[in-house]
């Protein structure tokens, strides 16, 4: 048997096609895997029914069906799971599910490591080691499905997990595209939240790809001073600059960015910072999610107590900004935001 030469969940469907037009194959074939490989989770290709024992023959010998795989698991005393992902050269890249009932939502990771620096976020001290292809950041959602199934079904995906998805953007849009086929496994755009830390210059080229996943913005200061000294990104692309590429988004009618801040004690957690942020989205219609900081081991921040966090949202509400407080999850086991780290940190 020759050896294998192509990650099967690299491909979208159209590119797909092609390469098994290469191969003397038909172009239903492309639905066939693809019906095979998302909806019933099937990844053996002698166990295709519909498909010829001698194209089962040739995909064997040409496609790996799987780009990565669960190593371990770990589960929070609130029933978050956090997931390692072995990657085929060794790497590796972590992930978490978290259950809010009825939505089942897994943060998947789109890099191993970051190069963005965010001073608060653990995965930014790994550096940027390597992106993922569209196969490995789809597969961690058809392991985790192939895991839990039938008991219970993901819901929603949310590309909040190691690394920049627009610095990784090609394949992160590659892997939008088969999340989202009616073919694959048929996530919705309301389903498909990606965060960004504000490349700017990519979200000026996104145009109607906006349309495809809703956009979350991690902003965490409504100043140039200290949103810099937080996010080393705002040296490049300051607020002002940021806020003119979110305005020019093409959105879905009724449809609000969602800019997510990180409340860090005696930073930007102060009442005259909910000023400034009221100041700052005014005439712009907008949700704010506030993230009571992490506390983790070798960052030198602090979370803010509760009275102070309600503070902060009673300024915004008073104003009549949509603002909620998002509730930590799995921060027990390491799997809350800003906490996801593997062993390729360099210390």
Request: hydrophobic fraction near 40%.
């Amino acid at each position: 048997m020759s050896e294998r030469l192509y990650h099967l969940k690299d491909y979208t469907k159209g590119e797909l096609v092609e390469v098994l037009k290469g191969m003397g194959e038909p172009r239903f074939r492309a639905t066939q895997l693809f019906k095979w490989i998302y909806q019933k989770g099937v990844t053996d290709f002698f166990r295709m029914t519909d498909i010829s024992k001698l194209s089962q023959r040739k995909f064997d010998a040409t496609f790996m069906p799987n780009s990565v795989a669960i190593e371990r698991s770990e589960i929070s005393k609130d029933g978050t799971t956090k997931y390692l992902y072995r990657l085929a050269d060794g790497k590796a890249v972590e992930g978490v599910l978290i259950p809010d009932p009825p939505r089942l939502t897994l943060c998947v990771s789109t890099q191993v490591g970051c190069r963005m620096g965010c001073a608060f976020c653990k995965t930014a001290k790994m550096g940027w080691v390597r992106n993922l292809s569209p196969g490995e950041i789809v597969d961690q959602v058809c392991q985790v499905n192939a895991l839990i199934s039938p008991r219970r079904k993901i819901t929603n995906i949310v590309f909040m997990g190691m690394g920049e998805p627009l610095d990784n953007l090609e394949n992160t849009l590659k892997a939008i595209d088969i999340l989202g086929s009616a073919e694959g496994l048929q996530f919705s755009h309301r389903r498909l939240t990606v965060s960004t830390c504000g490349l700017v210059d990519k979200l000026n080229g996104l145009g109607d790809v906006t349309k495809r996943f809703r956009l979350a913005v991690s902003l965490n200061a409504a100043d140039d001073e200290t949103r810099s000294r937080l996010m080393p990104i705002n040296r490049k692309f300051p607020i002002s600059r940021l806020l003119e590429a979110c305005r020019a988004i093409s959105l879905r009618n009724r449809e609000r960015i969602t800019f997510e801040y990180v409340l860090l004690k005696d930073v930007n957690d102060r009442r005259k910072d909910a000023r400034a942020l009221v100041k700052l989205f005014h005439g712009f219609k907008v949700k704010i999610n506030l993230i009571p900081f992490n506390e983790t081991e070798g960052i030198p921040f602090e979370r803010p107590d509760e009275s102070t966090v309600l503070a902060f949202q009673k300024v915004l509400l008073d104003a009549h900004m949509t603002a909620i407080i998002r509730g930590s999850r799995g921060d027990d086991i390491s799997a809350a935001c800003g906490q996801l780290a593997t062993a390729d940190v360099t210390t």
